[in-house]
């Protein structure tokens, strides 16, 4: 297999065997390629076979950076989809080697008497489209249906009241055989020519049970009165309509312009799927994930997700079909939940893709926890740290500050080799004043195992203290505090040489770097900073906003927000001129202030 990017060999391991449509990015993020399968899994696998011979795929498979893709319900729909995202993306490999035509539709003619017929040219003279349609032979076997069942008119006259009117027309060989009944001649009614077109209209819409419903009765009748052939006739039309007219989900001629958007949560993440779509047909797809923090509820995401991904997709459509109601108040668009219907089949739709995104996400998580993680790694742990227990359950710390402010520490745990992301916890340091790595891990090691016991819960099988030898021994000081020392295996993991300590110990334990009992250390110890970091980034965030003069009594967050944007600094405020200061906040404030940084 050619050289690729971890993240691309992991995704291209986990693709369902669903129909669907690809995408390929380079390093830029930009779409190289679109492609449709049948079966996902297989089409994408053979792109990355060690002996390609055929350069143009070589060029487009060194270029590859990440793939993405989306299911859908029939490699019809894979076509359509397809089509629609070559055409709004133009992708750079798919210009080289596909042919960008346009797809036909059928179009009911806006004149007297319509004509029906295959076109590829969509005009706005009031006709009426129905399409496109990817497989010709599908398009022409159901124009070739309709004019089994309708007498339609195929000339291209001018049936004007005033032409007809004239008498200057004849009949042709279509009325001869049966084909039309002469609306040239005064002999088939405007009025009903119209309700055939209407019919016809419901078949090309995919409402094709009232006209089932009335071809079963012709059928019945036929039978009874012997005219075997026409009733045969009749259930052979019957099984091309089941056959070619089932509706496709991404081509919908009831759902010109709406976006549609759903999701599924899962702990602290939140999967979802954005589709746009335009003239009936998804131009767009989009899925992905966001971490939600703790104090986000889905209409607060969704209050600053959806208006950036009607902004990158250029979306301006009035509706947003979404499962359940949302209450955040948008001017420009509302939001809708279908029940039934079109709509509803594109939710359905977008609701799969979300699945099969987070059935991937987590193959590939689990693909990892069988690279570094499971029995076997919990195996080799033990041996290789000479454990006396199988280390089932496993805790890894981590602290994380800048320049000594917002001190956070971090707590993961891992059972059975896996993450158990519910147990996992943040520690907001309290006792610790200034960057003091030693005694934050000491404090925290306390409060974690102190708590855990006074509400009678197991303790751990392995402590992992990231930081090595001095973290170590101020984490050890708090579990002999606490009188567990002999109930708890504590290793520190120093990060220059992924070395471990044991306490008391000069000499380190090293790990087979291959060892799956070393990758899971690495890995426990890779999300608790990941952890860690996280929390400590929103701590920071929110503490940024606070201040000195946020600490005033009497100064309000709107009186010290006006000085700041005037003034920049509080240094620059405690130089500026009293009176100066008295005609922004006035004269009471001012006092207040000037009172405040005297006593300092």
């Not at 000085?563 to 405020?573: A, G, R, S, Y």
Request: charged share 30%; proline share 3%.
């Amino acid at each position: 297999m050619t050289s690729h990017s971890e993240l691309v060999l992991e995704k291209i391991k986990v693709l369902p065997s669903d129909s669907g449509v690809y995408q390929f990015f380079n390093k830029q993020g930009e779409i190289i390629y679109v492609g449709k399968a049948k079966n996902l899994s297989k089409r994408v696998h053979s792109y990355f076979k060690a002996n390609i011979s055929d350069g143009k795929t070589r060029a487009l498979v060194k270029n590859i950076a990440d793939v993405k893709f989306t299911v859908v319900g029939s490699e019809l729909d894979a076509l359509l989809l397809e089509n629609n995202l070559i055409k709004s993306y133009r992708p750079r490999y798919n210009v080289l080697l596909k042919d960008d035509k346009t797809y036909p539709w059928i179009v009911v003619k806006n004149e007297p008497f319509p004509r029906i017929f295959s076109t590829r040219r969509k005009i706005k003279d009031g006709s009426r489209y129905f399409g496109p349609y990817p497989n010709g032979r599908v398009m022409h076997t159901l124009l070739q249906l309709i004019r089994e069942l309708f007498t339609l008119r195929t000339c291209q006259l001018d049936l004007s009241p005033a032409k007809i009117q004239q008498e200057k027309y004849k009949v042709c060989l279509e009325y001869h055989i049966g084909k039309c009944k002469a609306p040239c001649i005064g002999q088939h009614s405007q009025e009903s020519y119209q309700r055939m077109i209407e019919s016809i209209e419901l078949l090309l819409h995919g409402k094709t049970h009232a006209l089932s419903m009335d071809l079963k009765k012709q059928m019945q009748e036929f039978s009874e009165n012997y005219a075997f052939e026409e009733a045969h006739k009749i259930k052979e039309i019957l099984g091309q309509i089941e056959k070619y007219q089932s509706k496709s989900m991404i081509v919908s001629p009831t759902v010109q312009e709406v976006d549609v958007l759903t999701f599924e949560t899962d702990e602290d993440l939140l999967y979802f799927n954005y589709l746009v779509v335009r003239e009936g047909a998804i131009v767009h797809t989009y899925t992905s994930h966001l971490e939600l923090k703790l104090s986000e509820n889905k209409t607060h995401v969704f209050s600053y997700v959806l208006p950036q991904l009607r902004s990158n997709f250029e979306s301006s459509s009035k509706e947003v079909l979404v499962t359940e109601k949302m209450d955040a108040l948008f001017p420009e668009f509302h939001f809708h939940c279908p029940q039934i219907g079109d709509k509803k089949r594109l939710i359905d739709l977008s609701e799969n893709n979300v699945k099969h995104y987070r059935l991937q996400l987590k193959k590939r998580e689990m693909n990892k926890v069988s690279e570094h993680g499971g029995l076997d790694a919990l195996i080799e742990l033990q041996q290789g740290l000479n454990l006396g227990v199988l280390p089932n359950h496993i805790e890894c710390f981590d602290n994380s500050n800048l320049q000594g402010t917002n001190a956070v520490s971090s707590c993961v745990v891992f059972k059975n080799g896996v993450p158990s992301k519910s147990d996992y916890r943040h520690f907001n340091v309290k006792t610790v004043v200034g960057p003091d790595d030693f005694s934050t891990m000491k404090e925290v090691v306390f409060r974690r195992y102190h708590r855990l016991i006074s509400e009678e819960q197991a303790l751990p099988d392995l402590i992992i203290i990231d930081g090595g030898k001095g973290q170590l021994s101020a984490a050890m000081e708090s579990i002999e505090e606490l009188g567990i020392s002999d109930r708890v295996q504590v290793f520190g993991l120093a990060k220059r040489m992924e070395e471990l300590f044991r306490p008391n110990h000069s000499k380190p334990i090293l790990l087979d770097r291959r060892s799956k009992g070393l990758k899971l250390v690495q890995h426990m110890r890779d999300e608790a900073h990941r952890f860690g970091i996280t929390h400590h980034r929103n701590k920071r965030s929110k503490n940024s906003f606070n201040t000195e003069l946020s600490e005033i009594k009497g100064i309000g967050e709107k009186t010290w927000t006006s000085l700041l944007k005037e003034f920049k600094t509080i240094e620059n405020i405690k130089d500026a001129n009293r009176e100066e200061i008295a005609k922004k906040i006035g004269q009471a404030k001012m006092r207040i202030l000037f009172d405040y940084f005297e006593s300092k």
